[in-house]
């Protein structure tokens, strides 16, 4: 199976300052054919189920908002949140569906400081 | 937009087996496929397999195949999951989850929704 291992583990930004999470996988995932990487991001609150904000790696899902943005390719991936609102406060998952057995990262944890 | 209704909360016994529904919008499995990916109490996501129901295909995480099993009636737009021989290991919130499209080999697609998650406590 693919490995994701996230970094941090957990993460407390001033609101308005910027967060940023990392995701690295143990094997590449970018597709030679299309150029995409098949890396995911989910947001999950407290009591609700994950939420898509990023998918392809930095195609963000329609309505999110555009402080949201995702970056890297192959093995090594970034999550940015440019100006961290009370509302981001959430559980933040790498996903890769490159594989036929997707797997996730452990979760990063984002407080507000 | 897709909506996934789940099935409630169930309380089983050691050994036992319990069956998750999930209730998709009309034409959802025309296209798509259905994960099921479950989460231990202040645990991380654990996907356990996806079924593709337009050519009745199913893939599982070794780690629960044989005791595990996706059906899906596209009459209904309803997809089931049972796990069978349960332990107290298997306590966790069951989400069933569309997968965007239906590719039964790698490179796969993302999961865009999900449902809003099946309370499985299991204990004697």
């Known amino acids: 199976d693919i490995v994701m291992t996230q970094s941090p583990d957990s993460l407390a930004v001033s609101l308005g300052e910027r967060a940023t999470i990392n995701c690295k996988s143990s094997q590449s995932l970018l597709y030679g054919p299309n150029n995409k990487s098949y890396l995911a991001w989910y947001q999950q609150k407290p009591g609700q189920p994950p939420k898509l904000i990023i998918y392809w790696a930095s195609s963000r899902e329609s309505g999110v908002p555009d402080r949201f943005s995702g970056s890297g390719s192959g093995t090594d991936f970034t999550l940015t949140i440019s100006s961290l609102q009370a509302e981001d406060v959430a559980v933040y998952y790498c996903?890769?569906?490159?594989?036929?057995?997707?797997?996730f990262g452990q979760g990063t944890r984002l407080e507000i400081k | 937009q897709v909506q996934l209704m789940q099935s409630g909360a169930e309380v089983k016994r050691p050994g036992s087996s319990v069956k998750v529904s999930c209730k998709a919008s009309e034409g959802t499995f025309n296209s798509n496929s259905i994960s099921w990916v479950r989460q231990a109490p202040g645990q991380g996501l654990e996907w356990m397999g996806r079924?593709?129901?337009?050519?009745?295909?199913?893939v599982y995480a070794q780690k629960f195949q044989g005791r595990v099993t996706f059906t899906a009636d596209e009459s209904t737009s309803t997809s089931y999951m049972e796990l069978r021989s349960l332990t107290s290991e298997d306590t966790a919130v069951y989400f069933c989850?569309?997968?965007?499209?239906?590719?039964?080999?790698?490179?796969?697609?993302?999961?865009?929704?999900w449902g809003q998650g099946t309370l499985v406590i299991v204990s004697s």
């Open positions: 996903h890769q569906y490159y594989s036929i057995f997707p797997t």
């Open positions: 079924i593709i129901p337009i050519f009745d295909r199913t």
């Open positions: 989850t569309k997968v965007r499209g239906t590719a039964v080999s790698s490179p796969g697609m993302d999961i865009d929704t």
